[in-house]
């Protein structure tokens, strides 16, 4: 089944303690993308990348960090979480040859304290 | 920058017609969406349109682009319960598929 898995889905953490959120799609796209959503906000891209060792900052990236050595994976990461990070993320993949469709991870609710 | 206007939340009864409605600011999207959240769960695509189109219909969804006014709707016929969700406007602008930006998301609950 195609799909974007995202882990955890939910997490609690610590103001300061490094963390890292996993994505992996089994579609062979080559974009994948990190947003959150907050209650009023709606998705705001954190970072994105169209290929491998190919990344880019998105609208709100300050904070998170990301890598792609890999097609299928896309991890995100926060060296050291602030309570302002708490948030529901989302990562996603799409491809030139659907480059209308998103396809989405069910999400990631994180809580920093 | 790009801007997606939505409005928060929105109730029907079930069996009526839903209209969520959409403002953009870039003039230069390719693709205007719509995408559905259900609770707990990521988003979903339901249904895209091209900048040259005006109208699009899909079943018992119906777009609406008016590309003057920057102004996208999304109809639902014979709305369900199952029609309640979060419902989406993005827009891919001049950054094409890489940089979509979304709206704030309409909630649409459905009365029975």
Request: with cysteine; net charge neutral; glycine share 8%.
């Amino acid at each position: 089944e195609a799909q974007v898995t995202q882990n955890p889905r939910y997490l609690i953490t610590v103001t300061g303690k490094k963390l890292t959120v996993t994505c992996s799609q089994n579609m062979n796209h080559e974009y994948m993308s990190w947003y959150r959503q907050d209650p009023g906000l709606g998705l705001r891209q954190i970072y994105y990348s169209m290929n491998v060792e190919v990344t880019d900052k998105g609208d709100v990236p300050e904070g998170y960090k990301v890598s792609r050595k890999e097609k299928r994976n896309f991890p995100l990461i926060l060296e050291s979480p602030s309570p302002n990070q708490t948030s529901l993320y989302f990562c996603a993949s799409s491809s030139q040859a659907t480059n209308e469709k998103l396809f989405f991870g069910s999400g990631t609710q994180l809580s920093v304290l | 920058g790009e801007d997606v206007e939505q409005s928060l939340f929105l109730s029907v009864r079930e069996g009526d017609s839903s209209v969520i409605n959409c403002t953009y600011t870039d003039s230069s999207s390719t693709y205007l969406y719509w995408y559905k959240q259900e609770p707990g769960a990521g988003l979903q695509l339901l249904t895209y349109i091209f900048s040259n189109m005006d109208m699009k219909q899909d079943q018992r969804l119906t777009v609406l682009l008016n590309k003057k006014d920057k102004h996208l709707s999304l109809r639902i016929a014979d709305t369900q319960t199952g029609d309640s969700a979060i419902y989406f406007c993005a827009e891919n602008g001049s950054g094409g598929y890489q940089k979509v930006t979304f709206g704030t998301g309409t909630k649409l609950q459905v009365i029975p």
